[in-house]
């Protein structure tokens, strides 16, 4: 295996196979992660769900990161980096399995276990895999590595929806339409159809993630020592005995939890909306599709310019306002103009994400493994914000409820002008 890399001495000698490994990685992290904008309306159907209901699938699938991060913390530090996220994708392996009895029987309870073990293995796989991008270069174009990770998350992304969506969904207007002819027990046999149809998908995701671990484990991934530190980082976390002393890491948490809240209800939200537009199901469930595809640009955006143009904080301090401005767009308006600007969304969302990890880990040393697990538990905020917005989506109405994203927009922004510098001593490479 060699000697480990340390978090203080960026990896340059042997980039390009590690990086390559990682974006591997971030593809099945958006795969499995963005199906779910399809299993909401899917399962919405099928197991018979409200609004607030459905949005159970979202908060399965993120609450496992606020439950596991800091377990996975401890399972890295016993396996090391690479062997943990070998586990992590066997772990995902048998959530999809669990997907299996669940179709068979339609039951919901079940689903959202498969999802919550998927969450599982995804937290200890960001817990190793965002630190270790970072590393890979200098830090202050940390940020450009992250967004050709998110690129690679995002591609997947946008194509889970359509290939899930074309066999999920197939005929789903129709079928809404008879089911509501139909007596309780033909209704009961169509349904259990139409549940059955995740089967055979699920079982290919299986497939792929044991390969995939096993093909990891057997790679020539360097380990990674986060505990390591340079003279600079050592002074100024001289007595430094706690995580807590880092307030900008811990406003980096928050920050995260109300980022990944307003992606995923942009996401994830999306179909379920332009179905309450009055947009086909058939033609909606594109719509994440083209959220995903608006991140991508943005990425893009920043592998050129950060840092030769702008830097990290200002790319997230522009993202942040992008953002509020579509979240308006989108309630004062009404039809496909308003799921246009959901789907604006990415774009606006694209380049925060990968500014908070550098901005938040900055300074922490031999805190690192510690902080990163505090973030990855700040991707729990996709289980809150969801459940949230479906509340009000059944209280008030779906277009009214995007009104729980303007303040989250407004503390990224926040974070980026002050809060990534709160507490710091001296300012770290960034």
């Known amino acids: 295996m060699g000697k480990p890399v340390t978090y203080s001495e960026p990896v340059r000698q042997s980039g390009i196979p590690p990086i390559a490994i990682i974006g591997a990685l971030f593809f099945i992290f958006g795969f499995v992660t963005w199906l779910n904008s399809v299993l909401i309306p899917y399962l919405k159907i099928a197991c018979e769900l409200n609004n607030f209901e459905s949005y159970l699938v ?255 904080e200002t790319a997230m301090k522009v993202f942040a306002m992008m953002g509020l401005a579509f979240t308006l767009g989108a309630i004062f308006t009404e039809g496909f103009v308003s799921v246009m600007f959901i789907a604006l969304l990415g774009l606006a969302n694209s380049l925060v994400w990968p500014a908070i990890w550098p901005l938040a880990l900055s300074g922490l040393g031999r805190f690192t493994k510690i902080g990163s697990s505090l973030l990855v538990m700040g991707i729990a905020g996709g289980a809150i914000l969801p459940l949230v917005y479906g509340h009000l989506a059944d209280t008030w109405d779906p277009r009214e409820a995007y009104w729980i994203a303007v303040p989250c927009y407004l503390f990224i922004w926040f974070y980026a002008v002050k809060g990534y510098n709160v507490g710091k001593k001296v300012k770290a490479h960034l």
Not at 109 to 134: C, D, K, R
Not at 158 to 170: D, N, S, T
Not at 172 to 181: E, G, S, Y
């Open 58 to 312: 979202t908060f399965a699938f993120y609450i496992s990161y606020l439950v596991m991060a800091i377990p996975s913390a401890w399972v890295l530090k016993i396996t090391g980096f690479k062997k943990g996220m070998a586990l992590g994708l066997g772990i995902m392996a048998l959530g999809a399995l669990v997907f299996i009895p669940a179709a068979m029987i339609r039951m919901y309870e079940l689903f959202l276990l498969g999802l919550f073990v998927q969450g599982t293995g995804l937290a200890l796989l960001q817990t190793a895999s965002n630190p270790y991008i970072t590393i890979l270069g200098p830090p202050e174009s940390a940020a450009k590595r992250i967004s050709i990770m998110g690129i690679c998350n995002k591609v997947a992304g946008a194509i889970a929806p359509i290939v899930l969506g074309a066999v999920a969904l197939k005929d789903a207007d129709a079928l809404q339409i008879r089911i509501k002819t139909m007596t309780a027990i033909e209704k009961a046999a169509e349904l259990d159809m139409l549940a059955g149809r995740v089967i055979l998908p699920y079982i290919i995701i299986m497939v792929v993630l044991v390969i995939l671990g096993v093909l990891v484990s057997k790679s020539s991934l360097p380990e990674v020592d986060t505990d390591a530190e340079d003279e600079t980082v050592a002074a100024a976390n001289t007595g430094k005995t706690s995580i807590v002393q880092f307030p900008h890491l811990l406003l980096g948490v928050l920050t995260i939890v109300f980022y990944v809240g307003v992606e995923v209800i942009a996401g994830d939200t999306i179909i379920s909306y332009g179905a309450s537009q009055g947009i086909a199901l058939s033609t909606a469930k594109y719509f994440t599709t083209m959220t995903l595809v608006g991140m991508i640009v943005g990425y893009l955006v920043g592998i050129v310019c950060i840092p030769k143009y702008f830097s990290q």
